[in-house]
């Protein structure tokens, strides 16, 4: 998975705005893409109780009123930082190769993983999501979309006979991540080529195995 590192509301609402729930485009969609370009910068440096909501505002050269008015909340913000994320996701590899095509996730995970800026970025939101429950469904929400967008390379392979019947394509994808998102949480080991593919391994051969086949 790769993500992008890549919003004043007209008229007055009585209390906060979902995120989200304004009409996108024009000068509300600049100010959204402001405010969370600060925002990602800010968990990136000083982790999410580092993020103030009026500090986030300066950054992002607009108004508190707007960011308290729109977001609320840190916890409102973090969800939409997640949110456009999922939104600018890029789309999965169709290579015709279960290998291949679960390399080309891996390597977006790594490279993601490994940015400067979004691998601190994650870091702070997964922690963050541990302790506040809003942040921990807007955390499962992008993760959900991201496995679902690259479950169907596992689905095309059990059609190739390359995977057993009945195979849980989600779990695969889950199973190549996990090493890395490990590796990244519990270690100062750099996320390279040999940590790819030895995940990738992994989890196809587990799958080949019939581990992830659902039972019957």
Avoid at 53 to 78: F, I, P, Q
């Amino acid at each position: 998975m790769t993500f992008s590192s890549d919003a004043s509301v007209p008229g007055r609402a009585s209390g906060p705005r979902e995120p989200g729930s304004v009409r996108p485009g024009g000068r509300t969609a600049r100010v959204r893409a402001a405010v969370l370009a600060a925002a990602g910068d800010m968990l990136a440096e000083q982790g999410v109780h580092g993020l103030d909501l009026a500090e986030v505002a300066r950054r992002a050269e607009v108004g508190k009123t707007t960011v308290y008015r729109r977001w609320g909340t840190v916890a409102g913000l973090v969800a939409d930082v997640l949110t456009d994320m999922s939104e600018q996701s890029l789309p999965r590899s169709d290579t015709g190769s279960v290998e291949e095509d679960l390399l080309a996730n891996a390597e977006l995970v790594r490279r993601t993983l490994s940015d400067p800026r979004q691998g601190p970025l994650f870091k702070a939101v997964i922690a963050a999501a541990t302790g506040d429950a809003r942040t921990a469904e807007a955390l499962h929400r992008f993760y959900e979309v991201r496995v679902t967008e690259w479950a169907p390379c596992v689905e095309e392979a059990v059609e190739r006979g390359e995977l057993p019947r009945g195979t849980d394509a989600a779990e695969v994808v889950r199973a190549v991540s996990a090493p890395l998102y490990y590796r990244l949480l519990t270690t100062d080991a750099p996320l390279d080529d040999t940590a790819v593919r030895r995940a990738v391994g992994a989890a196809v051969a587990a799958a080949r195995a019939g581990v992830f086949a659902r039972n019957p």
